[in-house]
């Protein structure tokens, strides 16, 4: 692990790796932007720290390179220090945080996600990376003091009722990207074996959704999707869904029905980079009974002396952050 700090004021790159303790670098499918946390030593004697002049503040920027790649680029947020003589961490963010705290107004017709992405991206002096192509026309989309983020979300969750497929944001370095979500981690899988630490389950019915009734723009009801076993089981749980034209309401409304959440959480040593939420990875672990393909909620990767582990949280869906007006 490689870290770099650019200082603001001006525009100079340090490698500060000789007295950084640990990193951390996590993520999430709902926070949307990464986060990294690094623990600087703080021994003012000590003539080789002097040397590098670790006056970081807020807004600067870190970097974390992992192979001889960035796989995070961050401004600092927070800065906190534990005595005269001991450690500082820093709380660093990457520029999707920007977009989480930009609020928003705007009102789009006939255009598509990609199209209103690069719009609005245009519009902030935001750059641009790969933006994913739904080709999916958005008939009306009116935004009243919604995040950047929820209102690219938002174009990408009318599009995926179109599409089927589901559909995050990412940072590469500078560059705002959208992808469809769900890519499968290759050439690397978690087994009991050889890298699971630790692993536990567990099952919700929070977020059940057994009943959709689906609606005309009238507000007259034209149709309805249910899981009968569920109903049965379980009890109502109903969302309702209003027809968009250009969308089959029937298969919009099957996607918004949701059964049993069953996660998993599992503590790896010698992690994988590529482990990031809204990836998939593949499982085998007796303990739990898990054997197959599972998707990333949440992750958290820590390098500290010279030890690379992993924490991640694991769905057995592939659920996409959906957001609406």
């Known amino acids: ?134 080709k999916k026309m958005i008939n009306k989309i009116i935004i009243d003091g919604n995040s950047v983020y929820d209102t690219i979300m938002i174009a990408y969750t009318k599009a995926s009722k179109g599409t089927g497929k589901k559909y995050m944001c990412y940072m590469k370095g500078k560059k705002f990207c959208t992808k469809v979500k769900g890519m499968v981690v290759s050439g690397y899988s978690l087994d009991e074996n050889r890298n699971i630490v630790s692993s536990s389950y567990e099952e919700t019915i929070e977020n059940m959704v057994d009943k959709v009734l689906i609606y005309n723009e009238k507000g007259k009801q034209i149709g309805v999707v249910k899981n009968a076993g569920h109903l049965k089981r379980y009890g109502l749980y109903q969302e309702i869904y209003t027809k968009e034209q250009g969308v089959n309401a029937k298969r919009a409304a099957k996607n918004m029905l949701a059964g049993i959440e069953k996660k998993v959480n599992v503590d ?28 990333i909620d949440s992750d958290t990767h820590t390098w500290e002396g010279g030890v690379y582990t992993m924490s991640l949280e694991l769905n057995f869906k592939n659920i996409m952050d959906k957001k609406t007006v």
């Open 1 to 134: 692990m490689i870290v770099k700090w650019t200082k603001k004021s001006n525009k100079t790159t340090y490698d500060i790796t000789q007295a950084v303790g640990a990193v951390t670098w996590s993520g999430s499918t709902t926070q949307a932007a990464r986060q990294a946390s690094i623990t600087v030593l703080n021994a003012p004697n000590d003539p080789n720290l002097k040397k590098l002049k670790l006056n970081l503040a807020v807004g600067d920027v870190i970097a974390l390179y992992e192979g001889g790649k960035n796989i995070f680029y961050g401004e600092i947020q927070t800065s906190e220090k534990k005595g005269e003589i001991g450690t500082v961490t820093y709380n660093a963010t990457d520029l999707l945080g920007h977009l989480l705290r930009i609020s928003y107004k705007g009102k789009y017709k006939k255009k598509t996600a990609e199209r209103i992405t690069r719009l609005i991206c245009k519009k902030y002096g935001i750059q641009v990376g790969t933006i994913v192509k739904t």
């Open 268 to 295: 790896v040593i010698e992690g994988n980079v590529k482990c990031t939420a809204g990836n998939g990875v593949k499982v085998h672990d007796k303990a739990t009974g898990l054997d197959g393909l599972f998707w």
